[in-house]
């Protein structure tokens, strides 16, 4: 059973950086993708970055394009994402999720999910 752990996330000031981390264990991912997605309240979870274990292909959400970096650390099992340049309107927990195959961007394209990370950006 595939199992994902965030961490990383706090409060931190505009103009910040952060980098979330997401430990993965319970299967070998050379073939998955992983993803990272966010959910501010009363909003919908929505795509924000993933990255193809293999290969290290990258696709982000245009909001992220220029700010944000998706990364994996192959031998850790580890994926990652900075996040600079963060404005009031990233506050949202942040989720990574993993599936096997192609990097997607919707939520229902993930088989396994961690249970959050809460990112605060105060103005």
């Known amino acids: 059973q595939v199992q994902l752990v965030e961490s990383g996330g706090g409060l931190v000031q505009a103009g910040g950086s952060l980098r979330l981390s997401c430990a993965a264990s319970g299967g070998t991912f050379s073939g998955y993708s992983m993803g990272w997605f966010r959910q501010a309240p009363g909003k919908e979870r929505e795509f924000v970055a993933a990255i193809r274990w293999s290969g290290g292909y990258t696709h982000y959400e245009d909001s992220a394009k220029g700010r944000f970096t998706i990364s994996r650390d192959y031998a850790k099992n580890t994926g990652y994402l900075r996040m600079n340049s963060l404005k009031p309107e990233d506050t949202a927990v942040y989720y990574c999720?993993?599936?096997?195959?192609?990097?997607?961007?919707?939520?229902?394209?993930?088989?396994?999910w961690g249970q959050g990370t809460q990112v605060t950006v105060s103005s």
């Open positions: 999720a993993a599936r096997p195959g192609w990097p997607e961007t919707t939520v229902l394209e993930y088989d396994y």
